[in-house]
């Protein structure tokens, strides 16, 4: 099976040299407790329990599954023991406030917690993944009331959570939902419908789930203006938030799917159950969103994961398996051939791996920086400011790293070879788990749409110029430094042409609006691969400083420095093609008749 080590130098590398955690969380109100001591504590506790606990579920999950019988549903063998393993360790509530039984530590600790918990086993991680999305949506949204009733036994991770949004009629358009919420006497709603692909919905974790759910009210609005948000619990919740009875909600069944066979894809019907709004009336797709961000974040982890996972698994592999003759004469000369680690095309995959791990790491946890802020920030104006980083690079987090991710776990099925298509050594897994992360939480190409559509043309540049100014900032600062030059021209250049791409495309979108769905999936890839480029440059310059100290592990920073380059040789000029693609004419994609589509 795929073995896990938990990466923490290199997260520690870059949260504390290249991002400077530790002035970061100076700066916060909660990040007093958050010192270096304290953050390798976490680490280290969090990879015992994940490498010794979680990874080896990883396969057994696969290969159960959960089980449904009768509404009920059994989780893989361990998973139960596991998970209270977690409830007693206290790592549900590391980041949420102290009032409600949590740590109080900043935000972005969740991130690296929610890392190690996704390499070692997605399936698993899910159950407390998503209550955190129910967590920030209650935190957020919800009144004190509502806070102090659910949020304490969720920040235990007595209870857990999920979001309840696509039916079977309707997945990222809501506007067609038809779950009704009629008014209670007592203010609550009696909710009515049915909802399919709710992740975690029933399980025998905990005893009791709080389910998020978007519904109508009679006198909603068509469309997406006329959908609330209600908290409706599985069990009954008395004001002093302790559980009661039934609540009819009820698990109709779970899908059999792909991968991710330990987690528990549910169908919930709510048979007049009874819910509480949250938010105001009529906004509550505007309050999921803090769920949905959540969650989108969330789903880019599971690219990080799929990418280091697999390079985890590869690169070890490769060392061990000889095949043939190196082209530039004999690595191995005790051995009938050479490790396949010695052919230029393994390195090409086992290097792309590493690339797209290392530097989509960088990039989730600077977004986590950005979330302390907006969370904690003194002024209104730091706080959008954060806020507006934040939201635009959501999309290119959720999107690219997710397609770069699966990207990587195919390449550790094709490192493998044949063995890599069978289940024994669990390369095939990973792609099997990692494939649903470009679907859900919106698409590829509807991320692409909402920062092209809504973060760069509706917001009239202001946040692109913004973000895009950053990336030249830093390219002009090293453009003349030694050994950074190169990085500095390649990124000034791609971010220059970037720029030119966006107005160009606004100039044709005015002429023709299907530019902008046409462009919308290149340019986000583009707005992936020059983001990364950012990131892999400032770790090079890092690594650089580094080594200049003459520090023991000089083979760690030579390494950032190897894969730096790799990254701006081999992997950033993809960007050049998609700006080709973006470029091509709308009608060779559009103008085609349906009726030349058919088979015939």
């Not at 690594?543 to 730096?564: C, V």
Request: aromatic share 10%; proline share 4%.
């Amino acid at each position: 099976m795929a073995v896990f080590k938990a990466p923490t130098r290199d997260i520690k590398f870059v949260i504390n040299d290249v991002l400077d955690f530790p002035a970061h969380y100076a700066k916060l109100p909660c990040g007093e407790d958050a010192t270096p001591d304290m953050i390798d504590a976490i680490l280290t506790e969090c990879a015992k329990f994940c490498e010794e606990v979680l990874s080896p579920l990883n396969q057994v999950g696969d290969q159960q599954g959960c089980q449904f019988d009768n509404g009920k549903v059994t989780t893989p063998d361990g998973f139960k023991e596991a998970y209270q393993q977690w409830i007693d360790g206290g790592w549900q509530g590391l980041s949420h406030p102290v009032e409600y039984g949590g740590q109080g530590l900043p935000l972005s600790l969740g991130l690296l917690k929610s890392e190690l918990v996704g390499t070692a086993n997605w399936a698993w991680g899910m159950y407390p993944g998503l209550s955190l999305g129910a967590m920030n949506t209650l935190y957020v949204h919800g009144t004190d009331e509502q806070k102090d009733r659910y949020l304490p036994k969720l920040t235990t991770g007595e209870w857990t959570g999920t979001m309840c949004l696509t039916e079977s009629h309707c997945g990222s358009d809501l506007g067609q939902m038809r779950t009704r919420a009629e008014p209670n006497d007592d203010g609550s709603f009696a909710i009515t419908g049915t909802k399919i692909f709710i992740s975690a919905g029933e399980h025998d974790l905990t005893d009791n789930i709080v389910h998020i759910v978007l519904a109508r009210t009679p006198d909603a609005p068509e469309g997406t203006k006329g959908i609330s948000l209600f908290i409706v619990p599985k069990f009954h919740v008395d004001e002093n938030g302790e559980m009661g009875e039934f609540n009819n909600v009820s698990c109709g069944s779970i899908e059999h799917k792909m991968g991710i066979h330990g987690n528990a894809t549910a169908v919930i019907n709510f048979d007049g159950a009874k819910g509480y709004m949250l938010g105001p009336k009529n906004e509550g797709l505007a309050c999921m969103f803090t769920f949905m961000n959540t969650a989108r974040v969330g789903t880019a982890v599971q690219g990080l994961a799929a990418a280091e996972l697999a390079y985890q698994n590869s690169y070890p592999y490769a060392m061990d398996r000889y095949s043939m003759r190196s082209l530039s004469g004999h690595k191995n000369p005790d051995k009938p051939a050479d490790a396949i680690i010695h052919h230029p095309d393994v390195r090409r995959m086992i290097l792309t791996q590493k690339a797209f791990a290392e530097g989509g790491r960088a990039m989730l946890y600077d977004a986590a920086r950005q979330g302390d802020i907006m969370m904690f920030a003194e002024t209104e104006e730091e706080r959008e400011n954060a806020d507006n980083q934040l939201g635009f690079v959501t999309p290119i987090l959720k999107a690219f790293l997710t397609e770069t991710g699966l990207e990587c776990a195919n390449y550790g099925m094709q490192v493998y070879g044949g063995h890599g298509y069978i289940a024994e050594h669990g390369m095939e897994q990973i792609v099997r788990d990692a494939r649903i992360a470009t679907l859900y939480e919106g698409t590829t190409g509807i991320q692409a749409m909402d920062l092209l559509g809504r973060k760069v043309i509706l917001d009239g540049l202001k946040l692109y110029r913004s973000f895009s100014k950053r990336m030249y900032g830093y390219g002009l600062s090293i453009l003349f430094k030694p050994g950074l030059s190169k990085y500095g021209r390649k990124l000034l250049s791609h971010t220059f042409r970037w720029n030119r791409l966006c107005v160009g495309l606004l100039l044709r979108a005015s002429r023709n609006r299907d530019a902008v769905g046409a462009g919308s999936y290149d340019f986000l890839m583009i707005s992936g691969y020059v983001t990364m480029a950012y990131f892999w440059a400032r770790m090079a310059e890092t690594a650089q400083k580094k080594l200049s100290e003459n520090p023991s592990d000089r083979a760690f920073y030579e390494a950032k420095l190897e894969t730096a380059e790799f990254f701006f040789e081999r992997l950033l000029p993809r960007a050049i093609g998609h700006a080709e693609a973006m470029r091509g004419s709308v009608g060779s994609m559009m103008d085609m008749s349906l009726e030349n589509f058919e088979i015939r």
